[in-house]
């Protein structure tokens, strides 16, 4: 039996909660990323702190081997504990300019179970796809119902005419760790990059 993996983008950002206070079921799937995505060769961009799943997604993938580029702004370096074990640690003046790096950086982004920053980074990423700043894949990872909510309240702008129909097109909804990888090794068009120069 062939033990090569399927492929994955060559860099994935991963949004998740920086909480150390959730379920272990969160913790499981956060370190099967992290070790499933280094395992594939996938780059591992994320928000350098080394606290609840950001820091479990990261230390499993360097200690899987994998190359971890954290990106974190000068004031949240003591909240968030910043990871000095991953492969490059970006220091940042602002969290705009930490949420405009891992965009750039990324060819694909995981939305893990997490908090109000992960909500924050979840509508600007999708937001920034609907304005056409990117077009690049952008996963929902919907473990055990964690995001039922927020898909419903997306699908309740488009039947009240706030969206479109075509924007339900922004994300897909993945809800097994198996299924991400699946859609992560889907064949892609090659994506324009960031447009930069209008965020």
Request: proline share 4%.
């Amino acid at each position: 039996m062939s033990s090569i993996l399927p492929s994955a983008p060559a860099s994935v950002c991963v949004y998740c909660g920086s909480s150390n206070a959730v379920a272990d079921k969160y913790k499981q799937v956060a370190q099967q990323v992290g070790s499933g995505l280094a395992a594939r060769g996938s780059r591992v961009i994320y928000g350098g702190g080394h606290v609840g799943l950001m820091g479990i997604v990261a230390e499993s993938a360097i200690k899987a081997g994998g190359t971890v580029i954290g990106i974190i702004p000068e004031h949240l370096r003591a909240q968030e504990v910043q990871f000095d074990g991953v492969t490059k640690l970006h220091v940042v003046p602002d969290m705009h300019t930490r949420k405009r790096m891992m965009v750039e950086h990324a060819d694909a982004f995981v939305i893990l179970p997490g908090g109000l920053g992960t909500l924050d980074e979840a509508f600007e990423i999708l937001t920034w796809k609907k304005l056409g700043l990117h077009n690049k894949l952008v996963l929902i990872f919907n473990q055990d119902g964690y995001w039922d909510e927020f898909i419903a309240l997306f699908d309740k702008t488009i039947t009240e005419g706030f969206s479109r129909p075509a924007d339900r097109n922004l994300f897909r909804e993945v809800k097994t760790v198996d299924e991400m990888f699946a859609v992560l090794a889907e064949p892609v068009i090659a994506d324009r990059g960031v447009l930069t120069n209008r965020l």
